[in-house]
């Protein structure tokens, strides 16, 4: 099995963003001035597939939501996670689950334990990136 690793360079953020298609939004909040909606919204616009993760909730931005990682059965290539840094670990035994490619936790949030779980179990991660800010400054908008 390949190790996984801490992605940190400009390259290997661009290579992730412009190979995915299909992103996972957890924590993914149904209320428009939240930071996850605008963010998976924007995602949304630029071709990405996003499936919403958020106990509770049916639907968001038009997407079926799930309530959690587990729940999801078909490929995902991102796991994009809005949860305080404290509750990351049971997320990276699910995004393990689910083998996802990469699992990136967005600005603020940074998880070293779960980073060595993920990278251990194959996955790439990223940590304290919006993948939105990543996204506008490194990829060419039309690409997608």
Same mark, same amino acid.
């Given at each position: 099995m390949k190790t996984? +690793?801490?992605?940190?360079?400009?390259?290997?953020? +661009?290579?992730?963003?412009? &190979?995915?298609? &299909?992103i996972a939004i957890l924590g993914l909040s149904p209320k428009p001035e939240r930071d996850s909606n605008r963010v998976a919204g924007y995602l949304k616009d630029h071709g990405y597939r996003i499936i919403p993760v958020r106990p509770a909730q049916k639907e968001i931005l038009g997407e079926k939501a799930y309530r959690s990682l587990d729940d999801i059965k078909e490929s995902v290539d991102i796991v994009s996670v809005f949860r305080n840094s404290t509750q990351i670990i049971p997320h990276a035994h699910e995004a393990i689950r689910l083998k996802s490619k990469v699992f990136w936790m967005q600005l603020n949030i940074e998880n070293r334990e779960a980073a060595d779980l993920l990278t251990a179990a194959g996955i790439d991660v990223v940590m304290d990136r919006c993948i939105e800010v990543e996204h506008e400054r490194l990829c060419n908008k039309n690409s997608l």
């Amino acid at each position: 099995m390949k190790t996984g +690793r801490i992605i940190t360079q400009d390259e290997n953020i +661009r290579d992730i963003l412009n &190979t995915a298609k &299909t992103i996972a939004i957890l924590g993914l909040s149904p209320k428009p001035e939240r930071d996850s909606n605008r963010v998976a919204g924007y995602l949304k616009d630029h071709g990405y597939r996003i499936i919403p993760v958020r106990p509770a909730q049916k639907e968001i931005l038009g997407e079926k939501a799930y309530r959690s990682l587990d729940d999801i059965k078909e490929s995902v290539d991102i796991v994009s996670v809005f949860r305080n840094s404290t509750q990351i670990i049971p997320h990276a035994h699910e995004a393990i689950r689910l083998k996802s490619k990469v699992f990136w936790m967005q600005l603020n949030i940074e998880n070293r334990e779960a980073a060595d779980l993920l990278t251990a179990a194959g996955i790439d991660v990223v940590m304290d990136r919006c993948i939105e800010v990543e996204h506008e400054r490194l990829c060419n908008k039309n690409s997608l």
